[in-house]
């Protein structure tokens, strides 16, 4: 059974910076995609970015150019660095992981508000 357990999450103002970090167990995640996800009250769970097991990135319009996804196998954990954020940015943020052989995987999500 993989576990996801995120950190980072928090209290920020306005332009300010979060870095998230997820932190997979077992001996898949190499070959994993892994995707943050954020969900808004009120609001549908969206993309946030993801990563390929290869590398590859995909952002949302919405963060384009201000946040980064990236992953260190040696330490099974995907980050996701976040700058110049916005109160719109508040929500509660889920890493998922995807394996082709053992499906989809998510955390229990961590807090991020931005404060205007």
């Known amino acids: 059974q993989v576990q996801l357990v995120e950190s980072g999450g928090g209290l920020v103002q306005a332009g300010g910076s979060l870095r998230l970090s997820c932190v997979a167990s077992?001996?898949?995640?190499?070959?994993?995609?892994m995707g943050w996800y954020r969900q808004a009250p009120g609001k549908q769970r969206e993309l946030v970015a993801n990563?390929?097991?290869?590398?590859?990135?995909n952002y949302a319009d919405s963060v384009k150019g201000r946040f980064a996804i990236s992953r260190d196998n040696g330490k099974n954990t995907v980050y996701l660095q976040m700058n110049s954020l916005k109160p719109e940015d508040t929500a509660v943020y889920y890493c998922?992981?995807?394996?082709?052989?053992?499906?989809?995987?998510w955390g229990q999500g961590t807090q991020v508000t931005v404060s205007s």
């Open positions: 077992g001996s898949i995640f190499s070959n994993s995609a």
């Open positions: 990563i390929t097991s290869r590398y590859s990135t």
């Open positions: 998922n992981l995807i394996n082709w052989l053992h499906g989809d995987h």
